[in-house]
């Protein structure tokens, strides 16, 4: 029998940087055991050129990405999440939609590189910065031996996650 998939949805107020980078990254390093989706409660409608250029640059494909609403996820026949995490303080701040399925919750908020003003390299700075944060995060959960962890366990492991940094 095929090993279960467990969807993933990433959360953040514009969905145009970090959630789509959790997306990404998740997609590329889960296997297929894991798929990964990005949404925002206030979705910018593009993918930050930052974000996309980064992805890019680290050999995570990007095809099929696109800044979205996180209604899309509560409608009937969206995949049913295993986890939904924020990646902004924003979005945890949020009343969110009622997503089927009782997925489990954890809030990883890092900072958003969106907001950061300065120059070309500080601005690619900050990216790479939660870029690596976000990557080390996603290789954490898809090694997680979820299917020996109790619900309790699993979810100490998530806020657990939270804490890393690239």
Known sequence: ?????????????????????????????????????????????????????????????TDGLRSKNWEEFAQPGAPVMDFVLTV???????????????????HWGVEDPVQVEGSEEDKQRAFTSVFITLRTRVALLVNLPIEKLDKLSLQNELHSIAKQRG
Not at 2 to 25: D, H, K, Q, W
Not at 45 to 51: D, E, R
């Open 1 to 61: 029998m095929p090993p279960r998939t467990y969807n993933v949805l990433f959360l953040c107020t514009g969905n145009s940087a970090r959630s789509i980078m959790a997306e990404a990254v998740l997609n590329q390093l889960g296997g297929g055991i894991f798929r990964g989706h990005s949404a925002g409660s206030h979705p910018a409608g593009v993918i930050n050129p930052y974000a996309l250029d980064l992805l890019e640059r680290n050999r995570f494909r």
């Open 88 to 106: 902004c303080d924003k979005a945890a701040g949020e009343v969110c939609p009622v997503w089927p399925g009782q997925p489990m919750s954890a």
